[in-house]
């Protein structure tokens, strides 16, 4: 990210914090809903996570710093909710992690932070080509996708063929690129 | 940030060009630290690159409404900030409130001689005098005694310091012409069931809850600000960086430059909790230190000599000097004894069992008692009736 925007976000540019917030919100949310929460909970936490940082208005060196304080703010918020002594007990148990621990959080936060860059990628592709893209992986044939997005079958191909192109020259190793061969 | 950290966070970007082969040699070897360093770390690498989790993820991404919360923060921004326009002011106060954290902690790093001077004072004669007084009094450094409460305002002067005093609190201000005789000591006590605050000479502001005492010196001559407490109070600590205030109590002293924080050292709980609301405080026991960020609680088990920092939510905790109690799962034996305190009762539990119960709702001080313990009653599954001055707790 560049620092163009933190500096931006740090004098209360409401356009770069709108940035920000496009940029990690729904990793901040699935990364609180490892703590435990459902997705409504998750949400409302992390929605205090960005009002905070929209707050705070720090001065970040780099996006390293940045996305370290935000995962962190995000962390001790959720831990915050979660004080009942009862609650994290039983979690605990139930799953033997401890919740507080810095591995529990590194372990969540790479996970996320992961899937979120992976999906970065994936939503450069161009919007049709996301949506064909998206029903591919959920396991939907050529027809049933151009059946729900109201295109032709050619159309849908088509689509694949970008998304296949676009992805081969961003994300190589991953995968879900074998699924395209398996489903030409 | 320490490089581990450091590397570690860096984890995700490197995966992504590793999925890319474009991680240089550097990288490479981050990543492979990573993963030799547990084999969670191999399994979720791989999992990273499986479709099934990443339909997975999709889908639970696909579950929120990015539109919806935006509006609901862009709401939240707007209420807090109306003007929302770029204003240096603000960003200075922001900067400031950066900028202290990190004197305060440097400040407790170079300063540690001040943290280990032992207090001049016995907390057994502050926790008799607790014992020895029904009505809120003042106590001077001579031995004079005043009853508080009982009149309106009145000005009078003790120690060439003048005392204001109105009927539920005392203000000091700091006349300069004093010059450095030793410092004296006033003390004011609290009985049960009464609440008091105080403005000391340098500005600070103490909120004493009941059954408590503080002994505090009428001027800060000297280059610390010390005072002693049994029992509970709040304090919003008046900024001085050349002074550190310090609050000792039997067992736990906390140290700040300008502040707010909590403190509860009653002698016949088994915990001592300072609870930090604004600023930085350094929390002292005989074998632990640590210091406190808002939102933390340092805890001392006097049985156990544990000291424990844990993430609280400070309204709990710091709500009694707003007359009410906000009470988070928190077991019957310690709501009845805070309540006990307040209206000066007894408790006896004639059923022990009931002492496990749990309780969750906010208490005003200003009620009945009456109305108090029902709103206990009806919330749980204990039965308390009251006679004369005692509290019988049974089951339901």
């Known amino acids: 990210m560049e620092t163009e925007i933190l500096t931006k976000l740090s004098k209360g540019d409401k356009t770069a914090f709108k940035y920000v917030f496009d940029m990690y919100y729904s990793s901040i949310c699935l990364f609180i809903k490892k703590y435990n929460f459902d997705i409504e909970q998750a949400e409302d936490i992390a929605q205090e996570v960005f009002i905070k940082i929209w707050e705070k208005k720090l001065i970040f060196k780099n996006s390293l710093a940045f996305k370290a304080y935000l995962y962190q703010t995000a962390k001790n918020l959720a831990l915050n909710v979660l004080q009942h002594e009862a609650v994290k007990k039983r979690y605990q148990e139930q799953f033997s992690y401890n919740l507080e621990s810095e591995d529990f959080f590194f372990q969540t936060f790479i996970e996320q932070d992961s899937y979120r860059l992976i999906l970065q990628v994936v939503d450069k592709l161009n919007p049709r080509a996301k949506e064909v893209l998206y029903l591919n992986l959920e396991g939907l044939k050529n027809q049933e996708i151009a059946n729900q997005l109201g295109i032709s079958i050619n159309t849908v191909r088509a689509h694949k063929v970008s998304a296949y192109k676009f992805l081969k020259m961003n994300l190589r190793d991953l995968v879900l690129l074998i699924l395209f061969l398996l489903f030409r | ?396």
């Open chain 2, 1 to 396: 940030m320490d490089m581990q950290k450091e590397n570690k966070l860096k984890i995700p970007d490197i995966i992504i060009k590793e999925l890319n082969q474009e991680t240089n040699l550097e990288e490479k070897m981050i990543l492979h630290e990573w993963l030799s360093q547990s084999e969670n770390n191999i399994l979720l690498f791989e999992r990273l690159k499986q479709k099934e989790n990443l339909v997975s993820v999709v889908k639970e991404r696909n579950k929120i409404n990015k539109q919806d919360a935006w509006e609901k923060i862009n709401a939240e921004i707007m209420r807090i900030e109306p003007g929302n326009r770029f204003s240096i002011l603000r960003m200075l106060r922001y900067a400031a409130i950066i900028v202290i954290p990190l004197l305060i902690a440097s400040y407790f790093l170079l300063h540690k001689k001040s943290l280990n001077s032992n207090p001049p004072i016995s907390f057994s004669a502050l926790e008799k005098q607790v014992q020895d007084f029904d009505q809120s009094s003042l106590i001077t450094s001579n031995g004079e005694i005043i009853t508080l409460g009982a009149s309106k305002d009145s000005i009078f002067e003790i120690d060439a310091t003048k005392i204001t005093k109105g009927v539920a609190n005392i203000s000091y201000s700091t006349d300069k012409s004093q010059n450095d005789q030793g410092i004296k000591y006033n003390t004011l006590v609290t009985p049960k069931s009464k609440v008091f605050s105080i403005i000391l000479a340098d500005g600070t502001k103490v909120w004493l809850n009941a059954s408590s005492a503080i002994k505090y010196p009428t001027q800060f001559t000297s280059d610390v600000r010390n005072v002693y407490l049994t029992g509970e109070a709040f304090f919003e600590v008046a900024k001085d960086a050349s002074k550190p205030f310090i609050v000792f109590t039997k067992n736990m002293s906390v140290e700040a430059l300008g502040t707010a924080f909590n403190v509860m050292a009653y002698p016949d709980d088994e915990v001592t909790e300072a609870t930090l609301v604004k600023g930085g405080v350094s929390v002292k026991t005989v074998k632990n230190e640590l210091i406190l960020e808002p939102g933390n609680q340092a805890r001392f088990n006097k049985i156990t000599e544990n000291l424990q920092k844990r993430l609280i939510n400070v309204e709990l905790f710091t709500s009694w000097k707003d007359g009410k109690y906000i009470f988070e799962y928190e077991n019957i034996e310690t709501v009845l004894t805070k309540i006990s305190r307040w209206y000066d009762v007894d408790v006896s539990y004639l059923n022990n069992d009931v002492k496990k119960i749990h309780f969750s709702g906010t208490l005003f001080k200003y009620n009945d008692i009456k109305q108090t313990l029902h709103i206990i009653e009806l919330a749980t599954n204990v039965k308390i009736d009251l006679v004369n001055n005692s509290i019988q707790v049974n089951k339901k």
